[in-house]
């Protein structure tokens, strides 16, 4: 459970800058809950900032789950919902986010902007049927 608490809040945590949120641009389009839906449940979202890969989540069938693996290898679970067109995922806190069509690009818009102002944008760029597991590999 600490190795979980630490995973959280040194991966996911993203320090706020006051209560300033990304907001989707004029050409963003928001992805309906409905139709984020039948885009990945059962399925693994991979997840890139700036091309290089972020992680991947598995949204689990017939509840509101999700496993996430951040690029390092470590992995928790959290409940999500969708309200007024944003997503939220509870780790250790509330991680909320619009999903949105930019073109033909898939992009998820962090609610709250790091102190260093940079955008952590994350692109969509593969949804898989396949889940994975986060359980430790054989060792000899």
């Known amino acids: ?50 091309g290089t890969f972020f992680g991947r989540e ?14 390092s290898g470590q992995c928790s679970d959290a409940q999500w919902d969708y309200n007024e067109g944003v997503y939220c995922f509870y780790f250790d806190r509330a991680h909320c986010f619009a999903h949105v069509r930019r073109g033909e690009r898939i992009m998820i818009i962090p609610q709250s902007v790091p102190e260093d102002g940079l955008s952590n944008e994350q692109e969509v760029l593969q949804i898989t049927q396949a889940s994975f597991s986060c359980a430790p590999g054989l060792s000899s």
């Open 1 to 50: 459970m600490l190795r979980a608490a630490i995973l959280i809040t040194i991966v996911l945590a993203q320090p706020l800058s006051g209560l300033a949120a990304d907001e989707p641009g004029p050409t963003d389009e928001p992805i309906p809950l409905a139709e984020w839906r039948a885009m990945t449940t059962g399925r693994t979202v991979y997840y890139y900032i700036d």
């Open 58 to 71: 598995f949204y689990w069938p017939e509840r509101d789950v999700v496993t996430f693996q951040h690029a």
